[in-house]
Each structure stands twice: as C-alpha cells, then as structure tokens.
C-alpha cells in the first residue's frame, strides 16, 4: 500500500506560477515511477509529466518549457513547478504512484484554476 497526498493547488492569475506537491508513504521503496496528470471538466484526463525512480523525466507538449517535475527522495515528496500558466492548464491535477502496470495509487486531486 502507497498512500499519496497531493497540496499546493489555488487560484492564479495568468503567467503565474505554483507548485504542486505529492508526498508519498507506505511502500515507498516499491515506487517505480510518479506522474502527475490533469482533468478538465467534460474532458479526458491527460499525463502532464513523469518521473521515474531513477530520475527520468518526460512531459506532455503542452507544458514542456513551462512546467517542471522533480523530486526530493528524502522527503519521498515530486514536485510540480508550474510556470507561466495558461487559463488553458485550468484542471484537477492528480499524482500517480505506480508500483507495477497494473498497481497504481492516486492522491485525492487539487484543484487549480487560471484566471483573472
């Protein structure tokens, strides 16, 4: 068992910034890989970056250059800088523990809105 918390979601103007955090506990050791994905309303939901637990990291087109994902293994906490926003990157913003394909643990969501 992997429980993931997520925090840092509010609401920013555009070209703002936050930063998004997914703190990881329990079987943290059998984490192979994090990634944060996002859902609008009546939309799809979408991966925004990964990283893996050797420090790989890939992102979606849409963020590349403004977003980035990195982690802190001693906190067991991923982080999403998120710079530059878009009204278009308005979404729930969830984090993804993945210990195997078919083993994957979510955090509760966190909302975050750009607009002014």
């Known amino acids: 068992q992997v429980d993931v918390v997520e925090s840092g979601g509010g609401l920013v103007q555009p070209g703002g910034s936050l930063r998004l955090s997914c703190a990881a506990s329990?079987?943290?050791?059998?984490?192979?890989?994090t990634g944060w994905y996002r859902q609008a309303p009546g939309k799809q939901r979408e991966v925004v970056a990964t990283?893996?637990?050797?420090?790989?990291?890939n992102y979606a087109d849409s963020v590349k250059g403004r977003f980035t994902i990195s982690k802190d293994n001693d906190k067991n906490t991923v982080y999403l800088q998120m710079n530059s926003l878009k009204p278009e990157d308005t979404a729930v913003y969830y984090c993804?523990?993945?210990?195997?394909?078919?083993?994957?643990?979510w955090g509760q969501g966190t909302q975050v809105t750009v607009s002014s």
């Open positions: 993804n523990a993945r210990v195997t394909y078919y083993e994957n643990y």
């Open positions: 329990g079987r943290v050791f059998s984490i192979a890989a």
């Open positions: 990283i893996t637990s050797g420090g790989i990291t």
